[in-house]
């Protein structure tokens, strides 16, 4: 039980990694905010931890509305009175585009959901830790944030925008009782997939060159793992890092 009685938010939990870090959090004693803005797919995940004797509830966000995120903290405050972990898991794949190829609308949205959105909750539940003293913040990122060529340009770019945020949030707040790190997973076995749309078939051809050094495709529990560790106090003295979960792939 090594988040008994800690309330975590887990952006984008319908699906892939973050329904499992929804389901291992609360294994692990947590009360856990299952969210996402596919409402069903949030509900179902919601039902089955409780049924499982865990402690959950559904709520619909589109992490890319201002308005949504601010629900989603008052309605974690109003069904359990504090946040002591944010995962910011939401995300979307852009078509594999290269600069050349990036339209405006493509570029915005895949920045909204993936970075804008995280930049949003932070704000909110930094203040929010601030007056609680304590709360840790785990973002998942992607191997894209750290290295150039795992996706598209947007995708690249929206990630490593994160990496950023990840590093200046730790050190800033790093004596004030606030740790901030992120996951960089390498090829996952989700539903991202169908989030590709309009897929450029240079970028592709590009990215691909790459991706036969990948050792093998990861499971969503794999990760999960990961953000167990450093939502958990077992990382008190981790802060600011981006931790690569993809089998040595980025070792190349
Ligand atoms: N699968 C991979 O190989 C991989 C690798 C590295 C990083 N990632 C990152 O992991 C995170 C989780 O992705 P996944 O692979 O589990 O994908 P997934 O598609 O299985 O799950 C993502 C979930 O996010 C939700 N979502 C999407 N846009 C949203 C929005 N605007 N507001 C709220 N919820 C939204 C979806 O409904 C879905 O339930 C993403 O940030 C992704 O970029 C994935």
Redesign the pocket.
């Known amino acids: 039980m090594r988040l008994k009685d800690k309330v975590a938010i887990v ?10 870090i929804a389901e291992l959090y609360a294994n692990e004693g947590a009360k856990v905010v299952v ?4 409402y069903e ?2 509900q179902t995940v919601a039902e089955a931890i409780t049924n499982n004797g865990g402690v959950a509830i559904a709520n619909r ?5 201002l308005a ?1 995120l601010e629900n989603l903290f008052a309605e974690t405050k109003e069904a359990f009175g504090k946040l002591d972990i944010l995962v ?6 852009d078509g594999m585009e290269p600069v050349g190829e990036i339209t405006d609308e493509k570029w915005d949205r895949v920045f ?3 970075t804008t ?1 995280v930049m949003r909750a932070m704000r909110i539940a930094t203040n929010l830790f601030l007056e609680q003293g304590h709360g840790v913040i785990v973002n ?6 750290l290295r150039g060529a ?1 996706a598209g340009a947007a ?1 690249t770019a929206s ?1 490593h925008a994160v990496t950023g945020l990840t590093k200046n949030t730790a050190y800033m707040y790093a004596q004030s009782g606030i740790r901030c790190n992120g ?13 590709m749309t309009n897929i450029s078939e240079f970028g592709m051809g590009r990215q691909m060159t790459g991706s036969g050094t990948m050792p093998r ?2 499971q ?1 529990m794999e ?1 999960a793992q990961l953000a167990l560790f450093l939502g958990s106090d077992e990382s008190s003295f981790v802060n600011g890092q981006v931790i690569a979960a ?1 089998a040595g792939w980025t070792a190349y």
Do not use: F, H, L, W
Request: net charge negative; proline share 3%.
């Open positions: 952006t984008g939990a319908a699906s892939g990694m973050g329904k499992a969210s996402d803005y596919n797919g949030a966000t589109n992490v890319a509305e949504d910011n898991n939401a995300g979307i794949m909204a959901v993936n959105g998942n990122i992607s191997a894209g944030g795992r995708y990630k996951i960089a997973p390498g090829g996952v076995e989700t539903n991202i997939g169908s989030t495709v990861g969503p990760i993809d």
